[in-house]
């Protein structure tokens, strides 16, 4: 729970980070960096790579070739360097809303044309529309797709079976599959994440993968990014763009996180992971004496999308009622596309206490919005 910036005591659940200090270890080595005193130019620390492959293969089963791999600032920076490298201006790149909305923003500042795939919302279950998205692809504009696995806000951990149809679409149409997999080491009991580049070497020839500690670890301001490029061309394109516009510069602290994150956090993970569940059982026993929200329930990510449609508000009054009746300081529905209009996105990563404030506060909000509603007071 945080002060807001107009002075309320807003429940700050809208920025997709933690609530909790990074991992120990990761401290530790920052601290080690730090001790050390010398921060002149250095070249990537050698346990970095087997960090990131041994995670990869050991947590998710996927056995990556160091050579593979390119580092970034950050998952933003890959996405678009990806579309302004591998498509062209006005050439359409593909996204599945709703869906986080920097893939909007870097779609549009790159003089690329966003082409929409909505997902479809069946019984409280979101699926991605496969017969849309065999036309769209078919239309040669269409030259990329943004990927979202797990799927933020929505919290879709996609299928070995969703990956490898959209996979065998994109492929059949020459769109190259750029997967956006920041939220991968993030689900929830009884999901599995699996890397849309592991289902086989032709899908990874036709992959670009966007990974990153920062929400695992809670380091996204360590701007510790990568990317996993099996194919030689596009690598090799992507290494030189890297070059051009020199993102290609060791960060000493970045390094240091990253490898104490990858090689020293499975357990700190497995905690939190643990923890999140907590936090969604409660928020799922508390949405359920409240009538008019509807939780979606999620396989990954500790971002909740909430239903608000039955309060039959329009997108502008549903975002002032959660943040002045509520008090919460959330992320609109609006914001990921037309499509979550209605609806909002918690961040759970926060202490259980916090958490159970804010539902309470949730519930006597929409208690005294139906109270108001009857008498016809609610503007
Ligand atoms: C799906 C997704 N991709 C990328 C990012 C941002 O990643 P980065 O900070 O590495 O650019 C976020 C942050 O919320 C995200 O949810």
Redesign the pocket.
């Given at each position: 729970m945080v002060l807001g910036q107009d002075g309320g005591n807003l429940f700050a659940a809208g920025?997709?980070?933690m609530d909790y200090k990074a991992p120990p270890a990761v401290l530790a080595a920052m601290q080690e960096r730090l001790d050390h005193g010398v921060f002149g130019y250095e070249a990537v620390p050698a346990p970095l790579m087997p960090a990131l492959t041994d995670w990869l293969h050991t947590r998710h089963g996927w056995q990556v070739d160091a050579a593979h791999i390119l580092r970034a600032p950050?998952?933003?920076?890959i996405?678009a360097i990806a579309a302004s490298l591998f498509t062209q201006p006005g050439d359409g790149v593909i996204v599945q809303p709703p869906v986080?909305f920097?893939f909007f923003d870097i779609i549009r500042e790159n003089n690329r044309t966003l082409i929409s795939n909505p997902l479809i919302l069946k019984h409280g279950h979101y699926e991605m529309d496969f017969d849309g998205l065999e036309k769209l692809a078919a239309d040669p504009r269409a030259k990329m797709l943004y990927l979202?696995n797990p799927h933020?806000p929505v919290g879709r951990v996609w299928t070995k079976a969703e990956l490898r149809r959209l996979g065998d679409i994109c492929a059949a149409n020459d769109v190259l599959v750029v997967s956006?997999e920041?939220?991968g080491d993030i689900v929830l009991p009884g999901h599995t994440y699996t890397p849309f580049a592991a289902i086989g070497p032709a899908y990874a020839d036709n992959a670009i993968t966007?990974l990153?500690p920062?929400?695992s670890f809670n380091i996204?301001a360590c701007?510790s990014?990568f990317t996993v490029i099996s194919n030689d061309v596009r690598r090799k394109a992507f290494q030189v763009e890297n070059s051009r516009l020199t993102v290609n510069k060791n960060n000493a602290f970045a390094s240091a996180a990253m490898v104490a994150a990858y090689s020293q956090g499975s357990a700190w993970l497995n905690d939190v992971l643990r923890y999140l569940d907590g936090n969604l059982a409660l928020v799922r026993t508390h949405l359920s004496t409240i009538s008019k929200v509807d939780l979606i329930e999620p396989e990954g990510?500790f971002?909740l999308w909430l239903d608000f449609r039955r309060l039959g508000l329009s997108p502008d009054d549903l975002t002032a009622f959660l943040r002045q009746q509520a008090g919460w300081a959330v992320t609109r529905g609006q914001a990921f596309g037309v499509e979550g209009e209605g609806f909002a996105r918690l961040n759970i990563a926060c202490t259980r206490a916090d958490l159970t404030t804010a539902l309470g506060r949730l519930s006597k909000a929409v208690a005294d919005h139906s109270i108001i509603k009857k008498t016809g007071d609610f503007q």
């Open positions: 920025v997709a980070d950050n998952v933003l920076n996405l986080f920097d979202c933020n956006d920041i939220h966007c990153s920062a929400k996204a701007c990014a990510t971002l």
